[in-house]
Every structure is written in structure tokens, then in C-alpha cells.
């Protein structure tokens, strides 16, 4: 299987900060690369697909990058409502699909 | 508006069974492959089962390989998951989530999920 590594796997930040989140994979997966937001209690919801492509209705301060083994999620500017979970899910080897093990994004 | 509910969670002995169902609506479900993806509480997600969209392709990930069995029926617009030798590492909630394809693949939307509690 692929395995994913997601870092920092927990971050404080404040509003108005610009912050990245890193997903590396164990071997190239072009850029077969997505993002997930999670709040508490609710579903995993998807941000950014195919590694740089954003979901319709997601706000444009959201951006994803990299290909082969290399990823980031960028949020440009926090604002309250970004405060989650966030996942990494490479779908390279479908349909062995696997996850980061997530990163917590929380109010400093 | 696209649409994903799922049901039959619930409290089960170790080695009991149970099945879950998602009803999906406000797309052709016929058309797209389907997947299972379990989270354990407090844990990250984990990929559980797949099946095409004429059910000719099934896909297990390891940890529930021969214990549980992912179906289909189009005409109900419903995805099921039989979940058979239940074991306490199975606690989890379950979503069921749409696989998009456009050359590469991804997941949306998602249920809400359905609670699954393996205790004695």
C-alpha cells in the first residue's frame, strides 16, 4: 500500500494567518492527490482535487500544489470557520485509496 | 441537491452481524462507483470497500476481506454494506461516498454516517 504522511499533524494558527499543511506519499503518485476538510461530528468534505484543482463552492483562499511525492494545501488567509481536519487521500492505487493520517488545525 | 443517507448502525455483540444501507439521491446512481470508508473514534479515515457501478468490480481492503460483503441495487438507489464476524477494532462510523472520475478520481459527496459500536 501507499502510505501517506501528513505534517504538521497538528497546528495552532490565528485568524487572518496563511498556513500550509504537507502530504507526502511513499512513491510517486503523479498527481493523483485530493484534500479533505472535517469538522467535528460531521463528513470528511472535499477541498481540492487531482492536487490543484478546487472544489466548486470552496472559497479561493484554498489552494493545493505538488506532484509525485510532494503535496501542499495552503490556506491563504484563516478565517474562523477553516478551524478542522484536514486529510490527504492519494487514489494513484485505486482501489487501494488511502488517507494522511490528518492534520488538526486549531485556534491559537 | 446531491445526496447520501446512511442507516443501520448500531450496538452488536462481537461476532454479530449487521447492515448498513445508504439511499442516494439527486444523481444517477447508476452511474457511479461507490465506496465504504470507516473512521474509529478519535482516528483518521480508512478506505473499506468499492463497487462499480454495474457491481462488476468489488474491491476489500485487507482488515474486512471475507467478513463483509458490498452491494448494490440500482433500481432503489441503494448501497449496502453486510457486515458478518463483527469485532471490536470494527468501531467505527461508516460513510458511504461517491467516486467521481474525470480522468482522475475522488470522493463527494459523503454521508453522514452511520455509528457502528462492536461491544460485549
Known amino acids: 500500500d501507499i502510505q501517506m504522511t501528513q505534517s504538521p499533524s497538528s497546528l495552532s494558527a490565528s485568524v487572518g494567518d496563511r498556513v500550509t499543511i504537507t502530504c507526502r506519499a511513499s512513491?510517486?503518485?503523479?498527481?493523483?492527490l485530493n484534500w479533505y476538510q472535517q469538522k467535528p461530528g460531521k463528513a470528511p468534505k472535499l477541498l481540492i482535487y487531482?492536487?490543484?484543482s478546487l472544489q466548486s463552492g470552496v472559497p479561493s483562499r484554498f489552494s493545493g500544489s505538488g506532484s509525485g511525492t510532494d503535496f501542499t494545501l495552503t490556506i491563504s488567509s484563516l478565517q474562523p470557520e477553516d478551524f478542522a481536519t484536514y486529510y490527504c487521500?492519494?487514489?494513484?492505487?485505486?482501489?487501494?485509496?488511502?488517507f494522511g493520517q490528518g492534520t488538526r488545525l486549531e485556534i491559537k | 441537491e446531491v445526496q447520501l443517507v446512511e442507516s443501520g448502525g448500531g450496538l452488536v455483540k462481537p461476532g454479530g452481524s449487521l447492515r448498513l444501507s445508504c439511499a442516494a439521491s439527486?444523481?444517477?446512481?447508476?452511474?457511479?462507483?461507490m465506496n465504504w470508508v470507516r473512521q474509529a473514534p478519535g482516528k483518521g479515515l480508512e478506505w473499506v470497500s468499492s463497487?462499480?457501478?454495474?457491481?462488476?468490480?468489488?474491491y476489500y481492503a485487507d482488515s474486512v476481506k471475507g467478513r463483509f460483503t458490498i452491494s448494490r441495487d440500482n433500481a432503489k438507489n441503494s448501497l449496502y454494506l453486510q457486515m458478518n464476524s463483527l469485532r471490536a477494532e470494527d468501531t467505527a462510523v461508516y460513510y458511504c461516498?461517491?467516486?467521481?472520475?474525470?480522468?482522475?478520481?475522488?470522493?463527494?459527496?459523503w454521508g453522514q454516517g452511520t455509528l457502528v459500536t462492536v461491544s460485549s
Open positions: 463497487i462499480s457501478s454495474s457491481s462488476s468490480y468489488i
Open positions: 512513491q510517486s503518485i503523479s498527481s493523483y
Open positions: 439527486g444523481f444517477t446512481f447508476s452511474s457511479y462507483s
Open positions: 487521500q492519494q487514489s494513484y492505487s485505486t482501489p487501494s485509496i488511502t
Open positions: 461516498a461517491r467516486e467521481v472520475v474525470l480522468e482522475k478520481n475522488w470522493f463527494d459527496p
Open positions: 487531482a492536487a490543484s
